[in-house]
Nanobody, 121 residues
């Protein structure tokens, strides 16, 4: 069974920083691309950032230049460094991972439970 656990959320003032972590555990053969999504109250879940298995990254326009996604393949963990936070960044942040549990297994998409980020004076 594959589990994703996010951490690092909290309350921060505008202009502040947070670093989110997402650790993948369980019986894993390989992990492919990983994403961070967020969902604000009353809004649809939106893609924030993606990192491929070889480190390629992509960002939503709203966070370019402020957020940075990275991964540590030795720890099966992805990170989201969030700088210059704005009130509109307030949301529950979710990570996902495309993982294969065996050499012959198919790739499946797994999600974490989310971590709350609140940006307020």
């Amino acid at each position: 069974q594959v589990q994703l656990v996010e951490s690092g959320g909290g309350l921060v003032q505008p202009g502040g920083s947070l670093r989110l972590s997402c650790a993948v555990s369980g019986s894993i053969f390989s992990i492919g691309a990983m994403d961070w999504y967020r969902q604000a109250p009353g809004k649809q879940r939106e893609l924030v950032a993606t990192i491929t298995s070889d480190g390629g990254t992509n960002y939503a326009d709203s966070v370019k230049g402020r957020f940075a996604i990275s991964r540590d393949n030795t720890k099966n963990t992805t990170y989201l460094q969030m700088n210059s936070l704005k009130p509109e960044d307030t949301a529950v942040y979710y990570c996902n991972a495309r993982a294969r549990v065996s050499v012959l297994g198919s790739i499946a998409l797994y999600w974490g439970q989310g971590t709350q980020v609140a940006v307020s004076p």
